[in-house]
């Protein structure tokens, strides 16, 4: 199969291959042309194309991607062609056999019948090495739709139990559990408990309003994760969670609830005041050790920092 950098490199030249196709044809066109040596015909389009990708790209879809270049100069479809597979190939689906690259018209579409109408997807976060994609809806269905499997699988559960939306959600690498946050609470989820009940946690309450959440993933503790919050007042918060937090006698269950309530008292949370407005994203880049937070705020939009400032007082 083709390697990410020779994958890249083949793109790059597919996209000088189409730009100069789509400069020659138009002048073609417009009777501006004088023919030479460099012509591109369809013989040298198709030659092209399988040195760059080898049998990675049928002959069939060589053919529709000189079809549609030379039908529409303006807006050629090239960009069909967006990611390749890499490393094994085990568990393709039997469409896929024999080509390793992605194209858009072989793509699936999945729809979830747990999501309302008039919803939207808010949050969607892939965790690579578990071969899986969260996605958080607004109004409050998480999915783990999984694809280990040959199909994908999914685990769904609706979370929303009052007005307040979801804003974000990731993946906790050490406890092994989903994360989101609501404009009001935190919530954990066991998604692997096998009991339809109490196997869901809501961390309340917050002072402001959550807009987004991200992992921290700084330790090699087993039992203890972190994530960063941002918030609508310009806050950036880092909360670390342990599993000793998540035992049933800590917790609260609500009646008629599929919670169950910790106080966010017990946290050990620390919080720093970066942006004069809404934070709409933080990230934590573990290669720099730094954190990123971005902000609607004209005059801070953008913070890049060690971590450790968060705890700063200045």
């Keep these: ?47 092209t194309t399988q040195a760059l990708f080898g049998s990675a790209v049928k002959d069939h879809n060589i053919q529709a991607f000189f079809r549609k270049t030379i039908n529409n100069l303006e807006k ?15 568990g393709l689906p039997s469409q896929l056999k024999g080509s390793t690259v992605f194209l858009v018209s072989e793509k699936q579409q999945i729809t979830d019948s747990v999501i309302k109408r008039k919803d ?5 976060v892939k965790i690579s090495h578990l071969d899986f994609t969260i996605t958080a809806s607004q109004k409050g269905v998480i999915t783990v739709f999984n694809n280990q499997r040959k199909s994908f699988f999914r685990y769904f559960f609706d979370f929303h139990q009052d ?5 974000g959600c990731d993946f906790l690498p050490q406890l092994k559990y989903i994360v989101a946050v609501t404009e009001s609470t935190i919530i954990v989820w066991d998604y692997k408990s096998e009991e339809h009940k109490n196997n869901c946690f809501v961390i309340k309450p917050m002072r402001n309003c959550l807009l987004c959440v991200c992992t921290v993933t700084t330790s090699d503790v087993p039992t203890k994760d972190s994530i960063l919050m941002g918030d609508d007042k310009g806050y950036v918060y880092l909360l670390t969670m342990t599993s000793d937090h998540f035992i049933m006698k800590q917790c609260k269950a609500e009646k008629e609830s599929q919670f169950r309530v910790l106080d966010s008292e017990n946290f050990n949370t620390v919080k720093r005041k970066l942006h004069d407005d809404w934070v709409g994203r933080v990230k934590y880049i573990a290669a720099l050790k730094c954190f990123g937070s971005c902000s609607s705020d004209r005059l801070c939009s953008f913070v890049l920092d060690d971590i450790k400032r968060l705890e700063d007082n200045l």
């Design 120 to 124: 939207m997807i808010k949050s969607i």
């Design 163 to 167: 007005t307040a939306w979801i804003t």
């Design 1 to 47: 199969s083709l390697e990410l950098l020779d994958f890249d490199n083949a793109l790059e030249q597919f996209q000088e291959l189409v730009d100069k196709m789509i400069i020659q044809k138009t002048r073609e066109r417009s009777g501006l042309y004088t023919e030479d040596d460099d012509k591109i015909d369809y013989s040298k389009f198709y030659k």
């Design 76 to 90: 050629p479809d090239w960009l069909e062609i967006f990611g390749c597979f890499t490393g094994e190939t085990v």
